[in-house]
């Protein structure tokens, strides 16, 4: 049996897009787990951990409709052990959790408001996979856990998770999971302080960084409560500078995010090649 477990944030996204797709797809009795308050999509492993008749989980965010099963995509490919996640779109090789910054190794397929997210309708193997919608097996679901205030929220939890799952010998994989629809209507980032939080901690994690560098990593996680501000002082800039009509070029839906969430991934560079998975 296949469970689902929705992070649902603030006003009515979960009633009108996800849980309706939802209902759409799955097997009668399979259950469904919300996490609200910015809850982190973990505890639903935690849930699924606890009813032995659950074989796989679904995890997405409430911003996405499920046209057809993503079972029917993930369950063939979970017939290989090896493998611990599956995912719609993810790549390799990166240094953030901005994972789609590394352009040349984009792979997989998703759906959002206003195009398609085309980088293979194949199945791939990857180091990192978006966290709209996520695909776990029993394994995954038994032996993947964090310790409480770990990490935060929903934002970039997928990259974490598939190193987690890396680190623990399995392999990640991404195929286009048949009509996932993303209603991201240029609303950004729901919660970019956890996001910046979660990526400070996971380069802590595992990759090696000099004793100066995790200085400067803790630092910059004192830095973190100011974000709002610094994306308002930027939004008054571009406004000031007559670039308010501007869109996003990016995958944030919001270009003062794209900008600022590019130049931490410009500074994260400097650690290529030394994730210790």
């Not at 993503?70 to 953030?96: H, I, N, R, Y």
């Not at 770990?150 to 994989?173: D, N, P, S």
Request: aromatic share 8%; proline share 4%; net charge neutral.
């Amino acid at each position: 049996m296949i469970g689902y477990g929705v992070c649902v944030g603030p006003g009515n996204l979960f009633e009108r897009i996800c849980l309706p797709g939802i209902e759409r797809v799955r097997t009668p009795g399979s259950p469904v787990f919300t996490m609200r308050n910015q809850r982190s999509l973990f505890s639903a492993l935690e849930a699924s951990a606890a009813n032995s008749d659950i074989t796989g989980l679904v995890m997405l965010h409430d911003d996405v409709e499920l046209r057809k099963n993503p079972a029917e995509v993930a369950q063939p490919v979970f017939e290989d052990d090896s493998v611990g996640m599956l995912g719609s779109v993810g790549g390799s090789d990166t240094v953030s959790l901005a994972w789609w910054n590394e352009k040349e190794t984009r792979r997989g397929r998703v759906t959002d408001y206003d195009k398609v997210h085309d980088y293979g309708s194949d199945r791939y193997e990857v180091h990192a996979v978006d966290d709209v919608i996520l695909c776990v097996n029993r394994w995954t679901i038994e032996n993947m856990r964090f310790p409480e205030g770990h990490y935060r929220g929903f934002e970039g939890l997928g990259v974490i998770l598939a190193t987690l799952i890396r680190a623990a010998g399995k392999r990640v994989i991404v195929q286009d999971l048949q009509d996932v629809m993303h209603h991201n209507d240029g609303r950004g980032f729901n919660g970019l302080k956890d996001w910046r939080h979660n990526e400070l901690r996971w380069q802590r994690e595992f990759f090696d960084l000099s004793p100066l560098e995790r200085v400067g990593n803790h630092l910059e996680r004192l830095t973190i409560p100011t974000i709002p501000l610094r994306l308002a002082a930027r939004r008054l800039a571009v406004r000031a500078a007559g670039r308010a009509h501007e869109v996003s070029d990016g995958e944030t839906g919001d270009p003062v995010i794209d900008e600022l969430v590019g130049g931490w991934y410009r500074r994260c560079k400097r650690l290529r090649g030394r994730m210790l998975v």
